[in-house]
């Protein structure tokens, strides 16, 4: 991959070298065609040597998406993952649970590392922005079908969005382009995306605008239940809510200095524990983390180590039906043996 640096280097290359022959055939002094030969080799050295870190490091980062992206149990085809959610069917709403649970799973641990939502947001500063809209898409005979007003419903359902209240909804930023900013450019995604194409459908959209993160807060002074109104508090949401792409948290977890993939994938069976624990379960864990450590060891050992003993140790330290969860830390640890080793 090329960026500014290496094409500076290159072009430097080129002209340097260039201007070393010319000087040669122009019969100039030999030292000058030298030095400016020189100094193209220094600048291919230095565009080869600039390439090749950034390939180093774009190589980590997708190793950390596909890590992230495995614990979250997410799928790369939307289109699929929009028919599964068609479904609506135990299997489906049973993935889902797990998808939220594994999600919680990974927002805990993080959090304990210092790299929560706020975090950020405060890493991504202005540029971080959420759709708000206000649409209604009936479903009568006068507007759209049953079946349209769940097309939209379902185009809506995968962007991730929340209800504020009624017909107000917020979109998390992963779903949206942030590079977006003029109004036409806004029409066309929610043209796309939520229409996903379509002209036929029967709708009233009273508004829909982006939002910096950096600026929206909300507050809830009214001292009334309002659940039974469905309403919600921005702020909650996007407690809630992974905020950013996969892509975009593994760059983050790779420039932080509050914490190291890496490191934490070699010695923390916290992070094994992700994909397959329940809530209590990882309670339990987290609170015995490091005599569970030192019964098991790290990564590598776990990897080596008999399910029945994991389950064995996990059980004595209160985390209850620890036979699947005992297999799935298993062979998590398998799989981050080998991805430690690429990472070498």
């Known amino acids: 991959m090329f960026n500014k640096k290496n094409i500076l280097f290159y072009a430097g290359f080129f002209l340097m070298t260039l201007s070393g022959i010319i000087s040669f055939l122009l019969d100039m002094p030999v030292l000058l065609s030298l030095l400016s030969f020189f100094v193209g080799v220094v600048s291919l050295a230095g565009g080869e040597k600039e390439r090749k870190q950034l390939t180093r490091k774009e190589e980590r980062v997708a190793t950390y998406e596909r890590i992230l992206a495995e614990i979250l149990g997410e799928k790369e085809n939307l289109e699929e993952d ?155 949401i996007f407690e809630e809510d992974p905020v950013i792409k996969t892509k975009d948290l593994a760059h983050l977890l790779d420039e932080t200095d509050r914490f190291s993939l890496k490191d934490e994938l070699r010695k923390n069976i916290v992070l094994l524990s992700i994909p397959y624990a329940s809530e209590k379960q990882l309670e339990e864990i987290i609170r015995n983390q490091t005599k569970i450590q030192n019964e098991i060891g790290d990564t590598i050992q776990i990897s080596n180590t008999n399910v029945d003993k994991i389950e064995e140790t996990l059980s004595d330290f209160n985390v209850s039906n620890a036979d699947k969860l005992s297999k799935g830390i298993r062979e998590e640890a398998n799989q981050a043996k080998a991805i430690l080793e690429s990472l070498e």
């Not at 659940?227 to 702020?235: A, C, L, Q, T």
């Open 82 to 236: 929009l028919k599964q959610v068609k479904k609506k069917n135990k299997e489906v709403q049973l993935e889902k649970q797990q998808k939220s649970q594994r999600f919680s799973n990974l927002k805990r641990f993080l959090e304990r590392k210092g790299i929560d939502p706020a975090y950020i947001v405060e890493e991504y500063g202005e540029s971080l922005k959420a759709p708000l809209l206000v649409l209604t898409h009936f479903n009568s005979p006068k507007h759209n079908s049953e079946k349209d007003a769940e097309f939209i419903h379902d185009n809506l359902d995968k962007l991730g969005s929340q209800s504020l209240q009624g017909a107000t909804r917020v979109i998390p930023p992963r779903s949206i382009d942030q590079d977006i900013e003029s109004k036409s450019e806004l029409e066309s995604w929610f043209e796309s995306e939520i229409l996903g194409g379509r002209k036929d459908l029967n709708y009233r959209l009273e508004l829909l605008s982006l939002v910096s993160l950096s600026e929206v807060f909300g507050r809830d002074e009214s001292r009334e239940d309002t659940d039974g109104f469905g309403s919600e508090i921005i702020n909650n």
